[in-house]
């Protein structure tokens, strides 16, 4: 037994001397820094940030630009083909009318007054007159004088090039908007309370695997010196047995209470080195971390500064499970307000700029052309099934809920603080007697020795003092973690462990 733990020793002897020596502050900090459930939490509180800016960016207008081409195969025709080739074809009919008619009209002079018809086509104006009509001149221009009216009709749209500035102005939206923003503003009060609750979580975690380290410590010295007394007892009462002082039997049960102290101390060695191990995933070093505690190698557990009484009302502010609870009733009181304004009227002013090429305001011609327009748009919501109204009713009712929740959950924390303080007491008092227990096993111990060394006092005497001041000096150190640990729980039942985001 004593050559494995020699062995154990001298593997881990290379690793304490470069070990690494963290103050309880020291592994605090390391664990907020590395911690992967405060790192999600502080994410958590940015992406409530992010929110809250995106909720604030509905009060301001809503600008955007659109812009689109579109290929179209046809044109658009305003007259349909008879028509069109009317127009086309104008002169003509008009020519063919105006020699109709003038021919009419000819015959009928003729028929009245012979004289007059005769001196009439004898005229050199009338003759070049019907000379322009008979020639098609005036039906060509008449023609084409119809040909671009016609073209007209025909609107060229098959390259369009449409674009848009559109702009929106929220006026009222029924309290929603309002509404919304400061429900993101709780909302990222309530992602930092539920940091605040996993960072003093993680304050609790850490402060127990250190304590926990720290009393392993001091039960590994108490065991070397447990060891060491009784192995040197071992060879008193082999001295003793060979002067015929002592019996074989003194002999044997102080061996065997030697070999009890061995496995004692390889126990504590293990335990020491699973309870750094844990520590060291706490605060993010490798498993395999060398370190050492300041509080280690003390005599003795020192005793946390003691604070003064909190008022439960100021602990119902400080805890963030309250305070979460609290900010979750009014989270949800403002839900109330938005599946309100699902009822209201909404008003927005709305403004347009519009530009296109073809040209829609000037004939579909290619060139750009624009117009501005602006409005208020207005909608008043009238019926669907009463689904605002029962939304409503479920905000008032999760309302109701989270402030239940709250209620119950001050009772709670009063229950626990009064436990953890009438707890405090004890430990105390405890420590007090631990102490006072020490010293008399101590004083016990010493005279025990000093009789056995004199062959004036039996081994069963000795070892019964030995265990007595081993128990002891146990129990002071678990009254000492336990006053540690009962402060660090009684920090975050009252609150006391805030961050500093």
């Given at each position: 037994?004593?050559?494995?733990?020699?062995?154990?020793?001298?593997?881990?002897?290379?690793?304490?001397?470069?070990?690494?020596?963290?103050?309880?502050?020291?592994?605090?900090?390391?664990?907020?820094?590395?911690?992967?459930?405060?790192?999600?939490?502080?994410?958590?509180?940015?992406?409530?940030?992010?929110?809250?800016?995106?909720?604030?960016?509905?009060?301001?207008?809503?600008?955007?630009?659109?812009?689109?081409?579109?290929?179209?195969?046809?044109?658009?025709?305003?007259?349909?083909?008879?028509?069109?080739?009317?127009?086309?074809?104008?002169?003509?009919?008009?020519?063919?009318?105006?020699?109709?008619?003038?021919?009419?009209?000819?015959?009928?002079?003729?028929?009245?007054?012979?004289?007059?018809?005769?001196?009439?086509?004898t005229d050199p104006m009338f003759q070049m007159a019907m000379k322009k009509v008979q020639s098609g001149e005036i039906a060509g221009s008449i023609n084409q004088i119809g040909s671009e009216i016609e073209s007209h009709m025909h609107l060229d749209i098959e390259n369009m090039f449409v674009g848009a500035v559109s702009l929106q102005q929220p006026v009222f939206m029924g309290g929603k908007i309002v509404a919304a923003n400061r429900i993101a503003k709780l909302a990222e009060e309530l992602a930092q309370s539920q940091y605040d609750q996993q960072y003093q979580q993680t304050i609790v975690d850490v402060d127990q695997a250190y304590w926990q380290i720290v009393s392993v410590a001091a039960k590994k010295e108490l065991a070397e010196s447990y060891a060491d007394l009784l192995h040197k007892m071992e060879k008193d009462v082999e001295i003793s047995i060979a002067e015929g002082i002592a019996t074989e039997s003194d002999g044997l049960q102080i061996k065997v209470k030697a070999n009890e102290a061995d496995m004692m101390k390889t126990k504590a060695i293990n335990g020491l080195s699973l309870a750094k191990m844990l520590l060291c995933k706490q605060i993010g070093l490798p498993l395999d971390s060398a370190i050492i505690l300041a509080d280690e190698g003390l005599d003795s557990v020192r005793i946390p500064a003691l604070l003064e009484e909190k008022d439960m009302e100021q602990i119902f502010l400080d805890r963030p499970e309250t305070r979460s609870l609290e900010l979750a009733s009014q989270i949800?009181?403002?839900?109330?307000?938005?599946?309100?304004?699902?009822?209201?009227?909404?008003?927005?002013?709305?403004?347009?700029?519009?530009?296109?090429?073809?040209?829609?305001?000037?004939?579909?011609?290619?060139?750009?052309?624009?117009?501005?327009?602006?409005?208020?748009?207005?909608?008043?919501?009238?019926?669907?099934?009463?689904?605002?109204?029962?939304?409503?009713?479920?905000?008032?009712?999760?309302?109701?809920?989270?402030?239940?929740?709250?209620?119950?959950?001050?009772?709670?924390?009063?229950?626990?603080?009064?436990?953890?303080?009438?707890?405090?007491?004890?430990?105390?008092?405890?420590?007090?007697?631990?102490?006072?227990?020490?010293?008399?096993?101590?004083?016990?111990?010493?005279?025990?020795?000093?009789?056995?060394?004199?062959?004036?006092?039996?081994?069963?005497?000795?070892?019964?003092?030995?265990?007595?001041?081993?128990?002891?000096?146990?129990?002071?150190?678990?009254?000492?973690?336990?006053?540690?640990?009962?402060?660090?729980?009684?920090?975050?039942?009252?609150?006391?462990?805030?961050?500093?985001?």
């Amino acid at each position: 037994m004593k050559r494995i733990t020699l062995l154990f020793l001298s593997a881990i002897l290379p690793l304490g001397m470069n070990a690494q020596t963290l103050t309880l502050e020291d592994c605090r900090q390391m664990a907020i820094e590395s911690n992967k459930d405060l790192i999600q939490s502080r994410t958590k509180v940015e992406m409530a940030g992010y929110d809250r800016k995106i909720a604030l960016a509905n009060y301001f207008p809503n600008i955007s630009a659109t812009g689109a081409y579109t290929y179209n195969s046809q044109e658009i025709a305003l007259v349909d083909k008879e028509t069109s080739a009317t127009m086309q074809n104008l002169g003509t009919a008009f020519s063919q009318s105006l020699s109709g008619s003038l021919q009419e009209m000819i015959g009928t002079i003729m028929a009245t007054d012979p004289a007059y018809a005769q001196k009439l086509m004898t005229d050199p104006m009338f003759q070049m007159a019907m000379k322009k009509v008979q020639s098609g001149e005036i039906a060509g221009s008449i023609n084409q004088i119809g040909s671009e009216i016609e073209s007209h009709m025909h609107l060229d749209i098959e390259n369009m090039f449409v674009g848009a500035v559109s702009l929106q102005q929220p006026v009222f939206m029924g309290g929603k908007i309002v509404a919304a923003n400061r429900i993101a503003k709780l909302a990222e009060e309530l992602a930092q309370s539920q940091y605040d609750q996993q960072y003093q979580q993680t304050i609790v975690d850490v402060d127990q695997a250190y304590w926990q380290i720290v009393s392993v410590a001091a039960k590994k010295e108490l065991a070397e010196s447990y060891a060491d007394l009784l192995h040197k007892m071992e060879k008193d009462v082999e001295i003793s047995i060979a002067e015929g002082i002592a019996t074989e039997s003194d002999g044997l049960q102080i061996k065997v209470k030697a070999n009890e102290a061995d496995m004692m101390k390889t126990k504590a060695i293990n335990g020491l080195s699973l309870a750094k191990m844990l520590l060291c995933k706490q605060i993010g070093l490798p498993l395999d971390s060398a370190i050492i505690l300041a509080d280690e190698g003390l005599d003795s557990v020192r005793i946390p500064a003691l604070l003064e009484e909190k008022d439960m009302e100021q602990i119902f502010l400080d805890r963030p499970e309250t305070r979460s609870l609290e900010l979750a009733s009014q989270i949800y009181e403002n839900k109330v307000n938005v599946a309100r304004a699902d009822m209201l009227p909404k008003i927005a002013l709305t403004a347009n700029y519009l530009v296109s090429n073809s040209n829609p305001y000037n004939g579909f011609s290619k060139e750009w052309g624009g117009m501005f327009n602006a409005g208020v748009m207005v909608s008043v919501p009238i019926f669907h099934g009463f689904e605002a109204l029962q939304k409503t009713r479920k905000a008032k009712a999760e309302a109701t809920l989270y402030k239940a929740q709250y209620d119950n959950a001050k009772d709670l924390i009063s229950l626990q603080v009064s436990q953890l303080r009438k707890q405090q007491t004890e430990a105390l008092e405890k420590l007090q007697m631990a102490e006072n227990n020490l010293s008399s096993a101590e004083e016990n111990l010493r005279k025990a020795t000093i009789g056995f060394e004199e062959g004036v006092t039996d081994a069963n005497v000795a070892l019964a003092a030995q265990t007595a001041w081993l128990q002891a000096h146990s129990e002071y150190i678990d009254a000492g973690i336990e006053l540690q640990m009962n402060f660090s729980e009684l920090q975050k039942a009252e609150g006391n462990n805030k961050s500093n985001r």
